[in-house]
């Protein structure tokens, strides 16, 4: 049986699955020069933006992700002032981002420009710190940008891709991982969207571990999280410590955070990096 228009799926075929959110109309259509961008205003989740047919952010779950892939980082490292986003084009990253008072810097350096000005439109509450004096917003291949960075130029490089395909393919890549290992000052963190450890852990996740450990990082976790407009609803981040094991640097900030999430916490710092036994076991 399938489903009639008035939904919208996104099927995963090699591993017989989909995700279908019932939709009231389509807000949005455009080919931009890398990649086609659609909206849709959802019956229970808010508006919708899908690039190339993956579902990217919907304002009811988005808070989980934009959460969990910059608050772990941000607190396990001791004096984050210059943080690098490569992707992010939604800019939801760099507003959780900017909430750190510490923060001096935060650069989102998206490919295509059209992400950002689409999410203004239909995302306005995650595009609400693109104004802060603190961020930088520019557009440009982030594998570029990371190969010519200053070496020890960030603190924390935050990877806030699309999938591993088309012009995100080279932001899973060693070359890319050394420059970005280069870039990092000492202490330095790496956070990156690595897919779900029900359908990735062998094609991604593993892969991740090693090639960050050839290109050089001390130390390498996953973390874990629900996200269910993503294919199986669990989603995950891996972070990396360029040259020393990672910890909890600022715990005792993030127990009495001076800012209000809706997903991380403390507790949630320490329980997102226990490792499942079958992840365990890939990971060797
Ligand atoms: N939360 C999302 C997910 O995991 O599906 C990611 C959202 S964010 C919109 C992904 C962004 O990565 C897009 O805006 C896309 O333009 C950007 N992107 C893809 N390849 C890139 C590259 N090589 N350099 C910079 N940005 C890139």
Redesign the pocket.
Same mark, same amino acid.
Request: with cysteine; glycine share 18%.
């Given at each position: 049986m399938s489903l009639d228009e008035s939904w919208f799926s996104e099927p995963v075929p090699e591993h017989g699955t989909a995700f279908s959110l019932k939709i009231r109309h389509k807000l949005h259509e455009e080919r931009s020069a890398?990649?086609k961008i659609e909206v849709y205003e959802t019956e229970t989740f808010g508006n919708l %933006?899908v /690039?190339d047919g993956? !579902? %990217?952010?919907s304002t009811r779950d988005n808070f989980i *992700?934009h959460e969990m892939v910059s608050h772990p980082a941000l607190f396990s490292h001791p004096h984050p002032r210059n943080v690098l986003i /490569?992707? #992010? #084009?939604?800019c939801g990253t760099l507003r959780e981002v900017l909430r750190h008072a510490c923060v001096e810097t935060a650069t989102q350096?998206? /490919?295509?420009e059209r992400?950002t000005r689409v999410s203004e439109r239909y995302f306005p509450e995650l595009c609400e710190s693109n104004g802060d004096p603190r961020a930088q917003l520019h557009w440009?291949? #982030? /594998?570029k940008w990371v190969k010519e960075a200053a070496p020890g130029s960030c603190d924390v490089i935050i990877v806030?891709? !699309?999938?591993p395909v088309?012009?995100?393919e #080279?932001?899973f890549s060693l070359p890319f991982f050394k420059d970005a290992f280069r870039a990092l000052a000492p202490g330095g963190l790496l956070v990156q969207?690595s897919e779900s450890p029900l359908l990735h852990t062998k094609k991604i996740i593993r892969p991740l571990h090693d090639t960050w450990k050839e290109a050089g990082f001390a130390d390498v976790r996953t973390l874990h999280f629900p996200q269910c407009i *993503?294919p199986t609803g669990w989603w995950t981040a891996t972070l990396a410590c360029k040259d020393a094991p990672i910890r909890f640097a600022r715990e005792r900030e993030a127990e009495n955070k001076p800012f209000e999430t809706q997903y991380y916490n403390a507790d949630i710092h320490r329980a997102c990096q226990a490792t499942p036994e079958f992840l365990r076991r890939a990971l060797g």
């Open positions: 890398f990649q %933006m /690039i993956c !579902t %990217m952010v *992700y /490569i992707g #992010g #084009g939604d350096v998206d /490919i295509d992400v440009q291949d #982030g /594998i806030d891709s !699309t999938d088309g012009p995100a #080279g932001l969207q *993503y």
